[in-house]
Every structure is written in structure tokens, then in C-alpha cells.
């Protein structure tokens, strides 16, 4: 078994041979298996159950033999993995996964259980990881197969074999192992063994190594391991590998040939450990992955104790009638008998994947992906999650995560799934902050996800997926500290002082206020206010003032003190002020919208401010001198003429002669249609707007019909972008409005019955209904 951070090609299947006599039954005994064979399981563990040897000896690294013994542990269950990692550079890291039908598992656990002893005999993680890449492109041989002819094509040797046997499809290999292991009756379990070793044999005389060299390196290992066992156990060996490794194993060579491909290879201090794996994982053909298409379908079959279609079938129908899906007994029966039909109409023994997934969408799922897809998904894949003991070794970081994953009990599942917190309880609190240090570590187990809860409340809803390189992530993680806290406050602090953006590091002063990191603050504050001090462009102003913005409105949910942040803030705010006008002018059409962008996050962080720290009629100064200054582009002045409105600090009526003046003959169309995307654009529901003040679109529709044939098609991808942005029920009645034409009872005056639909002014009574409901959801009180 090898490192699978690629994946593995096709398994070469299982080959038995006697180690020094040509075939003949004598001893040592190799089982070349299929790494995550079910079929290979059951046979290995036949084979050990009637040879019971003294020693068995397992592809895998040598430095796992002291981890051998966790395998036994009653708290360990597969799948798993082995993890090794470069002790100065934790990045560097390979897995061995083991799945309760791999090969090696199964030997494993029977010699624990017979007290024999176990010994790993693969080349050690220490030259493993040393390589420049430390997979050796054994992508292939994973599965103890794969390779290139003569002409440097890559070949599969379970499909050369297939071929040979005379079977043919698009998937010819997997269904031939099949057929010949895996849906073998109750015969003897053992006998492909000496049949399939001698093929491989003969693979590995036509194409040698299979183009892997480095495979010649690890034989040798294994062939000097193999010597070594013999001489202290003498006869009573048995060896578990990769059925691709058997011929090679049994070649007649020297020690000192052997140990002549060993020399001088590079090392690496390495530290190995057992790690929970996922059936997902097994699942997945790159990555740390194995590249078996159906664990969970391998696992069905490799622990159902007969009958494993029927059985198979009631797993299908339990799962779909529980996400509602009408399924009777009936249809399990029927499902039965048509994979059994379709085995026997391809010529196969017993029904495979293909006929029980057919059968399934024919009968259960009724002709229907959409419940098949879920099939393959929750079932032929699955979402098993492994479990280690506690003891097992670990970084100082990865035990400090378990407790807190134990404490607050967010235990890690393979499944995605949403995690609703209410910050106001103690436990929830302890939760949001060790998520939010595990992403600043850079752990990805939790995403901020988008939940019931709106901007700034008390509630956050995280999406939470633990995938087993997040084992790595920690293993890397842990060089900034021994605990959780610590290495987030460690690389905090470093980042603050390596960073150059402004925007970086308000961004990192609110993750540390999220995280609640309190001492890595003070030093994220000084890199701040130095920072800002020096940092003259607005638009990198603007792009940090959202962040401490939001820190300051929301830090109290947290308990954390602000005043530092506030001060930051106000100085932030009052530049912003003074350089934004100028920094307006003569923008291209990219730059005023990317401007435009800066200007409504800037509103937006502006109203979160504290009062002290709020220059807000400073900033209605602003947003006055934008709308009224030729030389701003007509997305910004259209875009500070809207935001105005909505505060409240201009009427309509004082809004209609910015877009008159706006829309004139005499400005360019260009121009009137970039004014229009600002104060119309979709985004800012501008839509709406238009709906209820008809006078408005009255000028928009006037402009429109004016503007020149040569100039239209300038325009509309503008104006198509403004008003593609609204919502389906505004755009249709805005064109019922626009098709129906103008009512009013003077310039510009929409007639009380004007707009279908709406009253000629608010009904405050009707309005102020709502406010008990609004009440209740906020948890505010109703005031007089």
C-alpha cells in the first residue's frame, strides 16, 4: 500500500505464491491482494485463517510499526489512515487509508486477534517524503498496478487481463474483477490466488516496472523485510501486499543488490499517526484519495452475511422512503429479480453495481436520476467517518482541538451540515470563536454560511465539513502554538506586521475580534493606526473602513473592548470625507464603477458607526458636492443623488431637477444612461423607486424616446444591465406603466389614481401596522 495523495489506478486483483519455490505450496506465503478488494479481504483472511502464521507482514510504512497496536483498539474504527508528516515542514504529508474491507485491515486485525505479530515492510515514510514529490507518481501502483508498454503508453493490467478472459465494455476491467473475485460463491476463497499471481507475473516480465522506477527501490526494501522476518520467525510468514509487488518479490537477488538500490536515498525526520478517513475520501481519484468508485457498495459487500442484493435493496428502500419517496415491498422484490434478470442476460455470475443500480432506477426510483443520484451519493458512496483512540499520536495543536471539539460538543462529521449559534450563550460564544481561529489557522472545517439571521445580530449560522487533510492543515497550524488560542493569536500578530494593505488588516483586527483574540489586539491596532497614518489613497481608506465598521457596531455582542477601533474609525471616516471628491473626477467608465462600489460600502459602514465616530452631515456634504459636480461621472453623481434620497436628505421634488439636468438634450447619452444605472441600478431598489414616484419615470421615458438612432445602440447594453437587475414583478409593472403612458394633473404630477395599485400618498396607519411584528422579530420593545 502507498501514499494516495494521487489516486490510485486499477487494482491488479490477488496473486498467492510461495515465496523461493516457483509456486510450489511451500513458505513464506504472499497474498497479492487489491488494496480496498473486498473480495481481497475475504480471501486474506481465509488464507490466514487456515496457514495461521507467526508474522504478517503489511505494505505500508516501516515507521507505522508502533502504531500497530491502536489498530486493536475497541475505539478504533475504520476507515482510517495513516498519516506521515515532514516533522520541520508539516505540509509535506502522505495518507494510507484503510477501510474495513481493505486487505491490509483485515490482516491486521487478524493477527492482533491470534497474537501474532504484525510488521509494516513498504519503504519508510522518512525516504517517502524526502522525494521531490513524495507520491513517486505511483498514482498507478496504488492498487499495486499500472504502467507503460514499450511505446510509453500507460496500460491497466486488470484491463490486459480482461481482455484476455475475452471481456469487453466500456468498464471491462472493473466488471472482469468482478465477476472473478468479488461476486465469487461460497468456493474455496483462496483459489485465484496462484492463478492471478502467475498473470501478474507474466505482466511484469513484458512491461517491467510498469514505468514506475521507484517501485524497483521499494521491492528491494520489502524483499530485504522479507529476509529479515524469515530469519526470525523461519517459515511462519505471511506477507500482504500489492498483487503487482509478488513477482518481484519472489526474484531471485542478493542482499547487497538489494541494499545498493537503498543507498544514499534522501531522508527526512517524519512523525506517523492514525487519523480518521471517509468513505467520500476512498471515493475521490485525486487528492488524498484511494479511487475505488463504490466504497460504500464494497462495504455492503464485503459485511453482508448473504444475500447481498436483497439486502442491498432494503438499504435503497429505507434510505428513499425516509426522504419520502413511495416505496413498497413490492418494489424491493421486483428491483431484486430485474438485477438478477439483467446479471443473467450480460453473463455474470451475480448482479454487480451496474445491475443493482439499474434495477434501482427502473424500479425504485422509477426512471429518475434525481433519487438515483442521492442512491449514490448517501449508499455506493456513503458518509462514513473512521474514529481513532484518543491516545493515538498527535500534535500538541490537534489534542488541544480535540478537547475543545469534546467540550463544546462539535463532534467532526464527514456529512456537510449547518450550525446555527446564538451568540448570547455561553456555549455558542465558545463554539463561533473556535471556528473563527480555526479559519484564521487557515482549518477549514466551518464556512460562514448565510442564515436566518440578518447582518449584526446575535445569531451565525456556519456550514461545517471535516475532510481528513484538515488533519494536515492543523499538523502546519501547530508551529504557531500549542493550543488553539495561542497559534491564532501567534499568526495574528505575525500577519499584522507583515501585511501592507490597509484593508488587510482591518479585515484582520475583525477576525480577531470575532475570534476573540483580546492580545493579539494591541498589536493588530499599532500595525492599524500606523497604516492608516500613511495610506493617502481613498480608495484603500474606503476599502477598510467596512471591516472596523462592522467590528464596532458588533463587538459588544462579543464583550470586546472597541475604543481603540472607534478612534481608528472616526480619523478613517473624516479622510475619507476630505479626499473623496477630488478622488471622483476624471474617472473612465471601470474606475467610476468600481468607485461606485467603494462609495456604497463606505454609506453602508457609515451608518454602523457610533454616533461619536459618525461625520454624518459631513458625509451628506460629500454626497451634495457629487451630485452636482459636472466633472464626477454620471454613475457617481446618479449614485450620490439615490443614496441623498433614501436618507431623507433630499425630497423627490428635489431629486426630479438632478435627474432632469441629468437626462437633458444637451448631456451626452452616454453619460444620462451611466446617471440612470447609478440611481436606478437594481441593486440599490431603484426599481421600486421608479414605481411609486411615476413622475420619475416619466423623465426616464422622455430622455429614452430622445435619444438619437446613431446613439441608442451606445446606451442600451447600459440601460439593458440597470433594468436586467430588477425583480421580474417590477420590470412587468414598469413596462405596464410605461405601455399605458402618462396621467398626471400638472408637470410632472402623477393623478391620485396614476399608478395601479398605490395610493397618491403613504397610509401611515396602514404602515405602522407592521411595527408589532418588526417588535417581535428583533426583540425590541414597542414604544409610545
Not at 503508453?153 to 487481463?161: F, T, Y
Request: charged share 25%; net charge negative.
Amino acid at each position: 500500500m502507498t501514499p494516495t495523495t494521487t489516486a490510485p489506478g486499477p487494482a491488479p486483483g490477488r496473486g498467492a505464491i510461495r515465496a523461493g519455490d516457483g509456486g510450489r505450496r511451500g513458505r513464506p506465503l504472499l497474498l497479492g491482494v487489491r488494496h480496498h478488494g473486498p473480495g481481497s479481504a475475504r480471501a486474506v483472511r481465509a488464507a490466514l485463517e487456515a496457514e495461521k502464521p507467526a508474522v504478517v507482514l503489511v505494505e505500508g510504512p516501516a515507521e507505522a510499526d508502533a502504531l500497530v497496536a491502536l489498530a486493536g483498539d475497541p475505539s478504533m474504527r475504520p476507515p482510517v489512515a495513516l498519516l506521515a508528516h515532514a516533522v520541520d515542514d508539516p505540509g509535506r504529508a502522505a495518507f494510507w487509508p484503510m477501510a474495513e474491507f481493505s486487505p491490509e485491515w483485515v490482516a491486521i486485525r487478524w493477527a492482533l486477534d491470534r497474537g501474532a505479530a504484525v510488521r509494516f515492510v513498504d519503504l519508510p515514510a522518512a525516504h517517502t517524503l524526502a522525494a521531490a514529490d513524495p507520491t513517486w507518481d505511483d498514482s498507478e501502483e496504488a492498487d499495486g498496478g499500472g504502467g507503460t508498454d514499450a511505446d510509453g503508453l500507460r496500460i491497466d493490467p486488470l484491463a490486459e487481463l480482461a481482455r484476455t478472459a475475452g471481456t469487453t465494455g466500456h468498464n471491462a476491467a472493473e466488471q472482469w474483477w468482478e465477476d472473478v473475485v468479488e461476486l465469487r460463491g461460497d468456493g474455496d476463497p483462496t483459489a485465484p490466488f496462484e492463478a492471478l499471481a502467475e498473470a501478474m507475473g507474466a505482466l511484469r516480465e513484458a512491461y517491467g516496472h510498469g514505468g514506475h522506477p521507484r517501485d524497483l527501490v521499494r521491492e528491494a526494501y520489502m524483499r530485504l523485510q522479507l529476509r529479515a522476518a524469515h530469519k526470525e520467525f523461519g517459515d511462519e510468514v505471511a506477507v500482504v501486499c500489492g498483487a503487482w509487488h509478488v513477482p518481484a518479490l519472489t526474484r531471485k537477488t542478493t542482499v547487497a543488490a538489494d541494499r545498493a538500490l537503498l543507498k544514499g536515498l534522501p531522508k527526512v525526520k517524519t512523525e506517523l499517526t492514525w487519523v480518521p478517513w471517509t468513505h467520500r475520501r476512498l471515493a475521490r481519484r485525486s487528492g488524498y484519495g484511494a479511487g475505488i468508485d463504490a466504497p460504500g457498495w464494497y462495504g455492503h459487500l464485503f459485511t453482508a452475511p448473504d444475500r447481498p442484493v436483497e439486502r442491498w435493496m432494503t438499504k435503497v428502500a429505507r434510505l428513499l422512503r425516509a426522504e419520502d419517496h413511495l416505496v413498497s415491498t413490492a418494489h424491493v422484490i421486483e428491483a431484486v429479480r430485474l438485477a438478477e434478470t439483467l446479471a443473467a442476460l450480460r453473463g455474470r455470475p451475480h448482479p454487480g453495481l451496474d445491475e443493482t443500480t439499474d434495477a434501482v432506477r427502473a424500479v425504485l426510483c422509477e426512471g429518475s436520476d434525481v433519487p438515483l443520484d442521492l442512491v449514490r451519493d448517501r449508499l455506493v458512496v456513503g458518509d462514513v467517518l473512521g474514529e481513532v483512540p484518543a491516545g493515538a499520536p498527535a500534535v500538541p495543536l490537534q489534542r488541544d482541538l480535540s478537547r475543545l471539539q469534546r467540550s463544546l460538543r462539535l463532534k467532526p462529521e464527514a456529512q456537510e451540515r449547518e450550525l446555527d449559534l446564538d451568540l448570547r450563550k455561553e456555549t455558542d460564544g465558545a463554539r463561533s470563536r473556535l471556528l473563527h481561529r480555526l479559519r484564521l489557522l487557515g482549518v477549514d472545517w466551518g464556512a460562514p454560511a448565510a442564515g436566518r439571521a440578518g447582518t449584526g445580530t446575535f445569531r451565525e449560522t456556519w456550514r461545517l465539513h471535516w475532510e481528513p487533510e484538515l488533519h494536515v492543515q492543523v499538523a502546519e497550524a501547530g508551529v504557531w502554538g500549542t493550543t488553539v488560542e495561542a497559534a491564532a493569536t501567534a499568526k495574528a500578530e505575525s500577519r499584522a506586521l507583515a501585511a501592507t494593505a490597509l484593508a488587510d488588516i482591518t479585515a484582520l483586527a475583525e477576525q480577531c475580534l470575532l475570534a476573540g483574540l483580546a492580545d493579539a489586539l494591541p498589536v493588530v491596532m499599532r500595525a492599524l493606526a500606523d497604516r492608516a497614518a500613511l495610506d493617502t489613497d481613498v480608495t484603500h481608506l474606503a476599502q477598510a473602513l467596512p471591516a472596523l465598521a462592522r467590528s464596532l457596531r458588533y463587538g459588544d455582542v462579543r464583550g470586546t473592548d472597541t475604543a481603540a477601533l472607534a478612534e481608528v474609525a472616526a480619523g478613517l471616516a473624516e479622510r475619507i470625507c476630505v479626499g473623496l471628491p477630488p478622488a471622483c473626477t476624471g474617472l473612465d467608465a471601470d474606475a467610476a464603477t468600481a468607485m461606485r462600489d467603494r462609495i456604497d460600502e463606505v454609506h453602508q459602514a457609515l451608518v454602523l458607526l457610533p454616533d461619536t465616530a459618525r461625520p454624518a452631515d459631513r458625509w451628506a456634504g460629500v454626497l451634495h458636492r457629487l451630485a452636482r459636480r459636472d466633472r464626477v461621472p454620471g454613475v457617481l453623481r446618479g449614485r450620490a443623488a439615490r443614496l441623498l434620497l433614501d436618507e431623507g436628505r433630499i425630497t423627490e421634488d428635489e431629486a426630479a431637477p438632478l435627474m432632469s439636468r441629468a437626462l437633458s438634450p444637451g448631456a451626452p447619452p452616454q453619460d444620462a444612461a451611466a446617471w440612470i444605472e447609478g440611481f436606478a441600478g437594481g441593486a440599490s431598489g431603484g426599481g421600486l423607486l421608479l414605481v411609486h414616484d411615476e413622475r420619475l419615470l416619466g423623465m426616464i421615458d422622455t430622455w429614452l424616446t430622445s435619444v438619437p438612432p446613431a446613439a441608442f445602440t451606445d446606451v442600451l447594453p447600459l440601460l439593458r444591465r440597470t433594468f436586467s437587475a430588477y425583480e421580474p414583478g417590477v420590470r412587468r409593472t414598469l413596462g405596464e406603466l410605461v405601455a399605458r403612458g402618462p396621467q398626471s394633473d400638472g408637470p410632472g404630477r402623477a393623478t391620485p389614481g396614476g399608478v395601479p395599485g398605490f395610493a397618491a400618498a403613504l397610509d401611515r396607519e396602514r404602515a405602522d401596522a407592521v411595527l408589532p411584528l418588526l417588535h417581535l422579530i428583533l426583540g425590541t420593545e414597542v414604544t409610545a
